[in-house]
């Protein structure tokens, strides 16, 4: 089956302990990129990959990092989390661009205390 | 991209056609009109997509004004699975062409009542 999976789906963490969002898609995809959501300020674009070793910035990268080691993987990762990064994070992946159909993750949601 | 205005809300009967309109005055020649939506804190999912005819697809039709200044997707038969935040998004289609990012926008949150 076709599909991004996200890991963890949940998780509850503190001030400062550096962790990693995995995302992974298995439909050998070129293009993947991160969102958040928060409450009354929609989707917003964290980072973007159009391939391996190509990687870009969205609208919302300050406290983010990102790597595209292999096709299929697109890690999200925050060195020093702070409690404004408390929100829902999408992973998503398309055949070549952001023009194509997204693919989107079950999702990620996050808390920093 | 093209700035799109939808309503804030609607509601539809089960069983009923569910009718939601997009207004996008600004389009360009070259802009395609995509509609996701977004099922309670679940991932988007793409519907339809297109650019001056109308399409059709097993989950909904989107029918483009003939000036492309506004459009409505169409959900035929909507069930209680459809009640979703419907997503209106213009964009550059192809390639690489234009930021890629999908501007979502707040939607349209579309209850459908038993």
């Known amino acids: 089956e076709a599909q991004v999976t996200q890991n963890p789906r949940y998780l509850i963490t503190v001030t400062g302990k550096k962790l990693t969002v995995t995302c992974s898609q298995n439909?050998?995809?070129?293009?993947m990129s991160w969102y958040r959501q928060d409450p009354g300020l929609g989707l917003r674009q964290i980072y973007y990959?159009?391939?391996?070793?190509?990687?870009d910035k969205g609208d919302v990268p300050e406290g983010y990092k990102v790597s595209r080691k292999e096709k299929r993987n697109f890690p999200l990762i925050l060195e020093s989390p702070s409690p404004n990064q408390t929100s829902l994070y999408f992973c998503a992946s398309s055949m070549t661009g952001v023009a194509d159909t997204q693919y989107f993750g079950p999702g990620t949601r996050l808390t920093v205390l | 991209d093209a700035k799109t205005t939808q309503p804030t809300s609607m509601d539809c009967a089960e069983g009923r056609a569910a009718n939601l309109p997009c207004n996008h005055s600004?389009?360009?020649?070259?802009?395609?009109v995509y509609w996701y939506r977004q099922i309670h804190s679940q991932g988007p999912q793409y519907i339809i997509h297109g650019l001056k005819n109308n399409e059709t697809n097993e989950m909904a039709s989107l029918i483009i004004t003939e000036d492309r200044k506004s459009s409505t997707l169409i959900l035929p038969h909507a069930t209680l699975r459809d009640t979703a935040v419907y997503y209106c998004i213009v964009r550059v289609a192809g390639g690489i062409q234009g930021a890629q990012k999908l501007v979502f926008g707040q939607g349209t949150r579309l209850t459908i009542n038993p």
């Open positions: 990959s159009m391939n391996v070793e190509v990687t």
């Open positions: 439909m050998n995809h070129e293009y």
């Open positions: 600004t389009i360009s020649g070259n802009e395609y």
